[in-house]
């Protein structure tokens, strides 16, 4: 691909981006070919106005005002969305010296351009100036970038290469100056570039500045030339010597020398002679002065020579000015008093090509430009831009544009001098066919910017909008320009909180300069996309192995901005794009905020998209959000947590009973992140299920631990294993063995027959063998390895499911005790118990089994089960007693005879009896069981024909029958 900026005939900006003020915006649809295989949806964040009352006075009213605030910000929105999808489409994977690399980053740079036109042309005319000319500047900087990196292209290179060994070699004594000046542009790559930084500079004076009539009205007026066409030259001082010659009666020219002309030929204001020939040189060679109205139109002449070569007019523009204004020698002057061939007319370089044919010129500017006795800033300027003199041009520059402008002019023109002094001496033999430029002047160009941000006349200036971007690509001074903007979007985010959660604090928090940049989001957002296009052409490979984290801070900014706004659709465009650690770090700090499932799915089909490993993120979310959490458990060797149980009653006879509300309340905030943060394990894949399994069982270990039941009930209600295993590996891991266990048929007659029992046997439960490895070391995807990673995940969730059960029963025993003398109720809140005495029945079957979290993976976790077994076991084992205790006094005498069958449970159970020995809670398991014992004593056998037997699924229990000995009336809450 040719370089575009390549303008060695015309000098004009590239045709690809024509500056036309009047034509239509780029099309929102443009980039419609882009094959999407996601969406970039998603609403802007938008300002709620809440105006309840249609008939409030201020209703309108707020609308109008808020509506220019709205319309801004969705403009801010869709151009984020529109630089986002365009990133999208660079595939930035291939070699540096990839051509096609190249030639797809100088595209997207173009379609940054026209995003950036695009909102200028859509942003009102009501905007500020200042917020017009930033977003104008920032289209003019995208085309910059985009030819100088056109002009660094392996393209280019090569083929500058090529005409170095050949182009000099090709001239003869004959070729005219538009072939030099192309074989020159043909052979320095680095003079590419500067001619590219000139037109640019020209470009953008001729689009922003007044016209050349505006700045010169003060002047105008103080020439006293009256409005319209000016007259001629200096035409006061003429007047004065048609003065003297008509009264010396003098037909010959006036010499300075003639006698008594210095008494009488002088200046009235100030007594200084007045020249006395009118060439434009006089003043110089006689040391004398003109009126000073003429000195006034000297000046507005030479001011406008300068405007005229700072913006790049054409030979045609000017020649046309000074010959309406009948000093078309102004125009000689400034095209270099050389021929003006067809194919350079509106070449702004006609004074730059005439000086290989004519040297004598250049000397005279350079003398000019240098000679004390020019006194006007502008004159000297122009002869300091004619010869190529940085000093001299410099001094009527009043902005950095200004300075650059006379910098990379004297530049461009010192190179092509040494290539004329190249073609002089192969011309007479006494030089070699082939040429090699020199080497760049980075380093002048980079003490010029330096100094354009300390020097008071432009320090001002330098803390504009994308002033300090300008300065770093004309310089080339990338890795400055990053690593600065790196450390002060850290110390900005930790100053104002916004980003701080994403990026660490830095020690060096970048100079003055880039902190003010990183408050912008439209700054930040330049950098970033010009730091991604330049790492993908190689340019800052250096830069990302010293301060990889410093200069992924700008996207980690860019990302807490788009997060700001709620764009939370383009952030995996940009996380993408970092390294897979902070990526995880990012995703995992800003995801959490995501609740709306829609949501989660289409940003984990956009990761998968940008190909980001889904995995490490949803790590990095829990790991991130539970940071706390997880430190502390590790350094927990035991635990205690509040009790789940109180006495329910006095005396000898008291029974345990769950403390009511126990797993209802508000959830902490705290809390719903952790709970956020495993929710996103709905999306991980059976290859990564083990890590799942870890997280969940952090989480129960950390609630259970602290006795945080509340959020253990929204554990179970809102990440359950048998949901999350579905959702992640389509398969329901809550059964060890892949089939759920059998359950006794039940028929309605059994529902209401308030004597059957079907008392919980070990049999009917699939012991899971004694194996060492634990689970989540078990390798293989299939369902059973599957299920048996999730072992200690499943256990704890069964001990909170039984909790929660018992809890749900409790409350249920309540509303019964206090509706208990209404008889129409009794029956109902008789049918809700025995549902609820059920369901405490099939959540306590694995928490009774023997080998009930004894799987540790190591040592610590060991600790962490042991601590939690030896507190909660016994607490649901007393409340599950207590549970029965109550269904035998209100449901079925029967119930009192499965108290027995819990304490032979316990007795038989190693594990059980240990967690009540090691718990120190053996005194109230005794004592509970006492209390069983005296109420199975005290039930009354039922005699008569129509006397009902407790039903058990083994047999009618005879060894249980006994009398029923009725005394006081029973305390159902403590029985004395």
Known sequence: MAPTTRSSVHGRAPDFLPRQPDSPPPSDHEDEEMADDFDHEGEYHKMLINVTDPQSPYQSSAQDILRPLQDTADRVSKQAEDFAKALDKFVANRAPTDQTLWEDALLLLERFSKIAENRRQKTPASESDAQIQKIQLENDLWILVRNLLACSSPETTNNAQIAQDSRLGGLHRYSDNVELWTAFLDSDAVAQEYECILSWLQERAAGSSEPIENLLHDLAEKSERGDGVWSAGPIYTQTAIKQQKRTRVWSKPLEPSNPGLNRTHV????????????????????????????????????????????????????????????????????????????????????????????????????????????????????????????????????????????????????????YIQAYQKKIVGQGSNEFRPRSPSTAQVRLHTTKAFSDAATKEESHRPHKLFEMAVMSKDYESLFINMGQAVAYVAHSFGQGDDLIEANKDHGDEISQLNAQDQDAVRMVVHLQLVLKALGFLDAAYEEHLYVMENNIAMYISFLQSIGRYQLIPTYAAKLSPDRAQHVLGTVLINITNSKERDTMVKLMKHEKINVAEVIYGIFSLANFGDIQKLQNMTECHPPRMTVAGGTAKFAVSRVKQPLMTGPVTDADEKALRSVEWFRYIDAENWGSAAWAFGVLYKTFLAEGNFVALRQMIDRVSLSEVSLAAVKMNLIFANGEPPAQPDQTDEDELDEDRVHPISPSRRRRDPVIVEHPLTRPGNDRETLAYKSLTWRQLEQLTMAIDSLDMFQETADNLESNRSNASLLRTYKRDLKKALDDVRSTIVPVLDNNFLCRPQDEQEGVHLTAI??????????????????????????????????????????????????????????????????????ATEQSGPKAKKMKTDKGNSDIWKVSWKEQDELDLEAMD
């Open 869 to 938: 077994r030896n507190h909660y076991i016994p607490e649901v084992i007393l409340a599950y007693n207590s549970a029965l205790w109550f269904a035998g006094h209100f449901i079925s005498r029967a119930w009192l005879v499965e108290c027995m069958e819990l304490a032979q449970r316990v007795a038989e159970t190693p594990t059980l009896t240990n967690a009540f020995v090691e718990g120190k809670r053996m005194r109230e398991l005794v004592r509970a069981f006492a209390v069983d014992s005296e109420a199975l004593l005290q």
């Open 267 to 418: 200046r009235s204001i100030d007594g200084k002679p007045l020249v006395a020939q009118l060439d434009p040189d006089s003043r110089t060679r006689e040391s004398a002065v003109l009126q000073e109205q003429d000195e006034y139109h000297e000046e507005a002449a030479w001011r406008t020579c300068w405007e005229m070569l700072r913006r790049g007019q054409t030979a045609v523009e000017i020649q046309s000015w000074w010959a309406e204004r009948k000093e078309v020698w102004r125009y000689e002057v400034l095209r270099g008093c050389g021929a003006s061939p067809s194919e350079m007319a509106d070449s702004p370089w006609l004074r730059i090509l005439n000086l290989a044919t004519n040297p004598e010129w250049l000397e005279r500017c350079r003398a000019l430009a240098h000679n004390p006795a020019i006194v006007d800033k502008y004159q000297r300027a122009v002869y300091g831009i004619l010869c190529g003199d940085n000093e001299a041009a410099g001094s009527a520059a009043q902005t950095i544009d200004d300075h650059m402008f006379a910098l990379f002019n004297a530049l461009l023109m010192d190179r092509y001098e040494t």
